[in-house]
């Protein structure tokens, strides 16, 4: 028997919903396999602001280095979007991603078969869609310096920096083609190598990094033409390797070929440490109503299993018993489709679903 032991920050809106949903999930597999777990929670983003002044605390980083793995919900909400960018939510998650050195993010994109009639787009374009976007995670315009806005003549100047080194680029490379080689041995590189020089630099430097697996087949593909593709065909995909924004923008849409953003999960991973984080944000518009899906979450802690815990049957178990859950027809609001063999369930009904085909004591 091990212990595992994991930091959880559910942060705001329907964060503490979802999260909650998947703790259940993964007390569960870690009885199944005679593991022992300690979870402690900590106020993160618009929590923390509200408790102790400040998004991030320095006990929370400490905590979460401390951990075998730290499992994040969402931050975010209106009440904290006049606040200084330092003490918005959301710099509570750009800060732990540094501190930790988070700087690949991995998000599946995977279709359900059940369904496929939740997408907006056609059965045949989804069907069998198997993505991995690569993002980086801790450069890029989102770090980049100067930052800032500031009076001019006329009026003010906002500004933001697109960086990168050849460093950050490689390591992220690297993730990448590590994770084809696991599985269908392509890499698309997404970049705007046709206008920006950080771009430039980002394709010749995965150019020059792929010799070091000349097994895998590497394209580019600019950031355009990819949302555009993502919609035609995404069957064509098999890694896409891109940088901070552009994998934040192309997840969000790639999210709608599995039917909802409230079904993919995250996995944000260092050298050091890892957190597991639901692709969504807060949702202000369903929080506290018990409504939101928490498949995604749940699947985060799959991911958890696999990569930090070394629990690869539990992650594969819990793979499972989503897949199942959806052909029951068990359905939050965001991926029903009217059809009449669905159960429109709660965020909570579906997270007993889950639990009811991992813990036959349930059933
Ligand atoms: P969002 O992802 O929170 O919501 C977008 C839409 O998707 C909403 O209609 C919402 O109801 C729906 N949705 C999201 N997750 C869902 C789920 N699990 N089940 C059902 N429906 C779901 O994005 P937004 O509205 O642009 O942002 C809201 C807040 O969240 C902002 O403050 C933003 O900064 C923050 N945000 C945080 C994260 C994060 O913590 N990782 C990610 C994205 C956005
Ligand atoms: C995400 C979110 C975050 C990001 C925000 C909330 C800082 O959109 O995790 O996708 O842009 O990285
Ligand atoms: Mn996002």
Request: net charge negative; charged share 25%.
């Amino acid at each position: 028997m091990s212990v595992k032991e994991i930091v959880v920050l559910p942060g705001d809106g329907i964060g503490p919903e979802v999260t909650k949903e998947a703790l259940n999930i993964l007390e569960t597999v870690c009885k199944r396999h005679g593991h022992q777990l300690k979870t402690k929670s900590y106020a993160f983003g618009g929590a923390s602001i509200d408790q102790f002044g400040r998004p991030l605390t320095q006990e929370t980083i400490d905590a979460c280095k401390d951990a075998s793995a730290v499992l994040l919900g969402a931050v975010g909400g209106e009440q904290w979007n006049n606040e200084p960018k330092d003490k918005r939510p959301e710099a509570a998650l750009l800060g732990i991603r540094k501190e930790l050195d988070l700087y690949a993010n991995l998000r599946p994109i995977k279709t359900y078969d059940s369904l496929i009639h939740a997408s907006p787009l056609k059965p045949e374009i989804v069907s069998g869609v198997d993505i991995m976007i690569v993002r980086e995670l801790t450069g890029g315009i989102y770090f980049g310096r100067p930052r800032l806005i500031e009076k001019t003549e006329t009026g003010e100047r906002g500004v933001d920096t697109k960086v990168y080194t050849t460093e950050e680029i490689e390591r992220v490379t690297h993730t990448a083609f590590e994770t084809a080689a696991k599985r269908n041995r392509r890499v698309t590189s997404v970049d705007k190598s046709n206008v920006l020089d950080a771009s430039r630099l980002w394709r010749q430097v995965v150019i020059e990094s792929a010799s070091q697996w000349p097994e895998i087949e590497l394209n580019h593909m600019l950031v355009d033409n990819c949302a555009m593709q993502l919609v035609r065909d995404p069957s064509q995909f098999d890694v896409i390797l891109t940088g901070n924004m552009f994998g934040d923008i192309l997840s969000d849409e790639a999210s709608m070929i599995t039917g909802s953003i409230g079904m993919l999960p995250s996995a944000s991973i260092g050298k050091e440490y890892a957190m597991y984080e639901p692709v969504h944000g807060s949702a202000p518009d369903i929080a506290g109503q018990n409504k939101a899906n928490p498949l995604a979450t749940i699947a985060s802690v799959a991911l958890m299993c696999r990569h930090s815990l070394d629990m690869p049957d539990a992650a594969q178990e819990i793979e499972e018993a989503i897949e199942t859950t959806l052909q029951d027809g068990f359905r939050t609001g965001d991926i029903a489709s009217g059809d009449p063999d669905e159960y429109l369930v709660s965020t909570t009904e579906m997270g007993s679903a889950v639990l009811k085909h991992l813990n036959p004591d349930l059933q």
